[in-house]
């Protein structure tokens, strides 16, 4: 039986989210958290994986089980919660505060977290003004720079596939290609922004380098006609920066006939 898992969490002290053999994972936490409860390895497969210090509001992984899951003990006569529920519960109590489970559900067979998913959202968090309560989940610019530039050469991504130029280099992918669906820069308040992309996979370091790349347009240092260039070039070395990682977020994975997204993003 395949389940998957809705989870979040807040990856400041993670080298990402796959398992890396000399540094603590988000994944390889979560697996170290079911052997206690399922008494043996499981692995799981994440939807993506993410960089060292990017954080997840929304990640869905899968794992199979074909065992009984551990049922809760009994409370007298009252019902008793149902063993996914019970997973879930157990999961929580082990894993740390900065790793949240909030439903296991069983799918079909041919479901993967991974393959399956048709689209993913990333946010990415910006400020401009001296905050001490955004410093970890948004990046603080010195200046303020033309989000109108950064919009209007935002809107050229919808033109390629090819993403070479904001991607980290070797990397053990066939292909560049992604397709864009959404990418633009929303205000949030006086002095907050964040740049809203969706597209149907990312590559290693696509958002943080596209949201540097836009950076380098919004101080004037490149035109949005320069931004098409750089992806026409297919050469990282053209592209801007990458950001900080402390400002980015996954925040929506998309499956056939369903999205899972967080409370907080469905009121946004």
Known sequence: MRYFIELSYDGTAYHGWQVQPNGVSVQGTIQQALAVVLRTEVPITGAGRTDTGVHARVMVAHFDWDAALPMPPARGKGEQQPPLDYLTYRL????????????????????????????????????????PFLNQYSWRLAHEPDFEAMNRAAQTLFDYTDFTSFSKVNTDTKTNNCRI????????????????????????????????????????????????????????????????????????????????????????
């Open 92 to 131: 929580n109590g082990i894993l740390p505060r900065d790793i949240a489970i909030h439903r296991i559900y069983p799918v079909g067979a041919d479901m993967h977290a991974r393959f399956s998913a048709t689209a993913r959202t990333y946010h990415y968090y910006v400020h401009t003004t001296k905050s």
């Open 181 to 268: 669906m959404a990418a633009r820069w929303v205000q949030l308040a006086q002095h907050e922004w964040r740049f809203e992309i969706q597209a149907d996979r990312f590559l290693r370091n696509m958002v943080r380098a596209i949201v540097g790349t836009l950076m380098e347009v919004g101080r004037g240092n490149l035109t949005p006609d320069g931004f098409r260039e750089v992806i026409e070039k297919k050469n990282r070395s053209a592209a801007g920066d990458s950001v900080p990682a402390r400002g980015l977020f996954l925040v929506d994975v998309q499956y056939p006939n369903s999205t899972v997204a967080t409370d907080e993003d469905k009121r946004r």
